[in-house]
């Protein structure tokens, strides 16, 4: 690539020489040949300028979209080993941004830059070298415009760097009230809050085209002064070089090849420009993804970790927990065991860290103080992958993904067969809505599952989990939205699929988790009973309470 634009330079700054040389020896003296000779000759050049060229734009392209290959690879894993705390600290508006627009901006930086950060300086010192070859005289010239064009390409970047790093911020503001309006568009037409959110949208619109309204003038400015100073540059030129070769001590030839290199000159600087252009953008772009690469993690392996012997066994050992910047604990002092076979369900009122002590298993987020144990091993000591590999979460949304049916319920499991796919999708009482549809396991499912209804989603999430097979199922609140036959049905037929598992189920409904073999109750973060059923009944205040608010006085007590 470098040999090319080399090639390409010198061959660019040869051609003036020779179109000097026809003029002075062929045009002045009539030589016809001679003409015909040295113009075939640049023809030739000519013609193997633009082979080169074609292949150093090629050249270029290629390597551009594969940095930019490699920069998307590189977001994207990193963001796969984010908490939660550095998605929310950077933003999922941001992380979309910086992983399509600013890998862009990147890629155009260098699509431009590798065929002129070479050619220009090359272009310019050579040049400056065959002018003052040309005459020396009017070489000054060059002392007055090189300065002056240095100047304004400063004056450009001083001004244009830290505006193009606004634009970037003022893109992820509106990717982030994008995102938000099409998430969230049937809250927003329920509370008939459109007017609203579009204004929203065009203050945060009216704010990106501000900014970049101002960093175009700095670029309107700078162009203009650039061509004045070209024009202006070439009149120079022509007048001190006319009296030259009026007066016999410059020949006509060498005026017309020093106006040409004047101009590659001053076209390199234009060149240079276009660059400074690109690189403010450019670098603010790549700051922007070096902080996301940068980035450690919370929340990753540890330097020697220890393989337990599978058990399924999950302790809780006097957990304390807080979320960042939170004012107190969510949790305080939490200690139980979930076992192989036994389903342990936990139940409580809103907000009293029911799903958090959910998500402390599979290390969602790492204990404040205490420890979470997994097959007897505290899951800080174990690779993220083995402690995800033993779990099968069903979360509180259940969340799908675009493609089949048949493809969401293999996410766990790519090796499961159609016959495990169907019998897990009977376990989740979801084989009558797959079967009586278009297509069956090849049904089409939209992104986030949105042709289907919140049910029929809960219960392919759950049969995604079965189909995994792991050895602790996690089910957070994701039977509230089945209804009670339903509900019943799935959990006894979950019990014969699941007995030789750990089962923690965390839900709202008491007629959910009263069969369970225990029942944890948490209140405000402590807890505040474990048993069974009937046993919290007796023992259990905040329990006696949830059931007969649920199931009424006489039920509660029959």
């Not at 179109?19 to 075939?40: F, L, Q």
């Not at 342990?344 to 998500?359: E, F, P, V």
């Not at 994701?478 to 979950?494: E, H, I, K, N, P």
């Amino acid at each position: 690539m470098v040999v090319l634009v080399l090639i390409q330079a010198i061959a660019n700054l040869y051609l003036p020489n020779l179109n000097a040389d026809i003029i002075n020896n062929g045009v002045s003296k009539g030589d016809v040949p001679y003409i015909w000779r040295t113009g075939i000759v640049m023809l030739g050049i000519t013609l193997v300028l633009g082979v080169i060229s074609v292949a150093g734009v090629y050249w270029a392209s290629l390597a551009s979209q594969s940095v930019g290959r490699d920069l998307r690879a590189a977001v994207f894993g990193k963001v796969q080993t984010f908490s939660a705390r550095e998605i929310n600290q950077i933003g999922t508006a941001s992380l979309i941004t910086r992983n399509t627009n600013d890998v862009q901006q990147i890629q155009l930086f260098l699509q431009i830059a590798l065929t002129m950060m070479i050619m220009a300086p090359i272009t310019a010192v050579g040049g400056v070298i065959m002018a003052l070859r040309e005459n020396v005289t009017l070489s000054w010239l060059l002392v007055v415009v090189v300065p002056l064009l240095a100047l304004i390409i400063a004056f450009t970047l001083v001004k244009g760097v830290p505006l193009f790093r606004a634009v970037q911020g003022k893109i992820d503001r509106i990717n982030q009230v994008m995102r938000e309006q099409i998430t969230g568009v049937r809250v927003i037409r329920a509370f008939n809050r459109t007017p609203f959110e579009q204004a929203r949208f065009e203050t945060a619109n009216a704010d990106l085209t501000d900014i970049s309204l101002r960093v175009n003038r700095i670029f309107v400015l700078a162009f203009p002064a650039l061509m004045a100073v070209m024009n202006l540059t070439t009149v120079a030129v022509l007048w001190f070089g006319g009296h030259l070769v009026d007066s016999g001590q410059m020949p006509i030839g060498n005026l017309t090849a020093f106006l040409m290199y004047i101009m590659q000159i001053l076209m390199s600087v234009l060149m240079a420009v276009a660059l400074v252009i690109l690189v403010p953008r450019a670098e603010a772009s790549a700051a922007r993804i070096n902080e996301v690469v940068s980035t450690q993690p919370a929340i990753g392996d540890p330097a020697r970790p220890v393989e337990p012997t599978p058990t399924g066994a999950v302790d809780f050992r006097d957990v304390t927990f807080g979320y960042p910047g939170g004012e107190k604990p969510v949790l305080r002092h939490i200690s139980f065991s979930l076992r192989p076979g036994e389903t342990t369900a936990i139940i409580g009122g809103t907000g009293s860290g029911k799903t958090t002590i959910l998500n402390l298993i599979p290390r969602f987020f790492d204990v404040t103080s205490g420890s979470v144990m997994v097959d007897g091993v505290d899951v800080r000591e174990q690779t993220l992958e083995h402690v995800w590999s033993r779990a099968g979460l069903v979360p509180q949304r259940a969340y799908l993904f675009s493609g089949t049916v048949a493809s969401n319920l293999r996410f766990g499991n790519e090796a499961a067969t159609d016959e495990e796919l169907w019998h897990a999708l009977e376990v989740a009482q979801a084989s009558d809505f797959v079967s009586e549809g278009t297509g069956g396991l090849d049904a089409p499912v939209d992104q986030g599952g949105t042709n289907l209804s919140g049910g029929q989603r809960q219960r392919l999430a759950i049969a995604r989990a079965i189909v995994k097979k792991p050895a602790v199922y996690l089910f957070d609140d994701c039977f509230s939205a089945l209804d009670a036959g339903t509900d019943a049905r799935l959990r006894a037929a979950l019990r014969s699929e699941t007995n030789d598992a750990t089962v923690l189920i965390v839900a709202q409904r008491v007629s959910t988790v009263m069969h369970a073999d225990r029942i944890i109750v948490v209140d405000e973060g402590e807890v505040v009973g474990i048993g069974t059923h009937d046993e919290l009944m007796v023992s259990c205040e905040p329990y006696r309470e949830i059931v007969e608010s649920q199931l009424g006085t006489q039920v509660a007590v029959a």
